[in-house]
T-cell receptor
């Protein structure tokens, strides 16, 4: 079946502009995650959605970052007033259920470059 | 706090030789452990995970990993490396228990594996 999809695949923006990144999880997956991967670094957790529960936003690096999810479907990650240090690959993942044993399946990522 | 260490930034092996990519973790309690692989310009692909039971876990593409509780390690292994195994490998851990913060994975910095012909 279809995997996690993300759009756009690449985004180049100017410092100070707002950007929106989109994630379509695997159908039926109730949990959705956003991570950030900076060059040469591991993945950094940003936010986690699980069904109708309050999201875990503890990984968002600043109030310029926000994310929404409509039910158990699409999620958007918004970065306002982008800075050069926001340049990274933003990865979305989904898993079937909230259990900690569940495997997270990742999308191809959105490469964000802030000039 | 949870943390994952991959002590080697790079591992180089000849095709046909066994390979090991190391991972150690520091967590409270017994975590769930995962390995992912990332090919250039691609997202992460799941390889295998340890939940409970047999300490030797077998995964995709002939990879396996051994959970060692006393050494808090979860090294990735393959008996005979292929050139196509060349990629970036990430070890990750996840809390075992309950709570809203338990969804996240904690990742190591990654190990670049190069298999030369």
């Amino acid at each position: 079946g279809a995997g996690v999809s993300q759009s756009p695949s690449n985004k180049v923006t100017e410092k100070g502009k707002d950007v929106e990144l989109r994630c379509d999880p695997i159908s039926g997956h109730t949990a959705l995650y956003w991570y950030r991967q900076r060059l040469g670094q591991g993945l950094e957790f940003l936010i986690y959605f699980q069904g109708n529960s309050a999201p875990d936003k503890s990984g968002l690096p600043s109030d310029r970052f926000s994310a929404e999810r409509t039910g158990e479907s699409v999620s958007t990650l918004t970065i306002q007033r982008t800075q050069q240090e926001d340049s990274a690959v933003y990865l979305c993942a989904s898993s079937l259920a909230p259990g900690q044993t569940d495997t997270q399946y990742f999308g191809p990522g959105t490469r964000l470059t802030v000039l | 706090a949870q943390s994952v260490a991959q002590p080697e930034d790079q591992v180089n092996v000849a095709e046909g030789n066994p390979l090991t990519v190391k991972c150690t973790y520091s967590v409270s309690g017994n975590p769930y452990l995962f390995w992912y692989v990332q090919y250039p310009n691609r997202g992460l692909q799941f390889l295998l995970k340890y939940i409970t039971g047999d300490n030797l876990v077998k995964g995709s593409y002939g990879f396996e990993a051994e959970f060692n509780k006393s050494q808090t390690s979860f090294h990735l292994k393959k008996p005979s490396a292929l050139v196509s195994d060349s990629a970036l490998y990430f070890c990750a851990v996840r809390d075992r228990g309950r709570g809203s913060t338990l969804g996240r994975l904690y990742f190591g910095r990654g190990t670049q594996l190069t298999v030369w012909p």
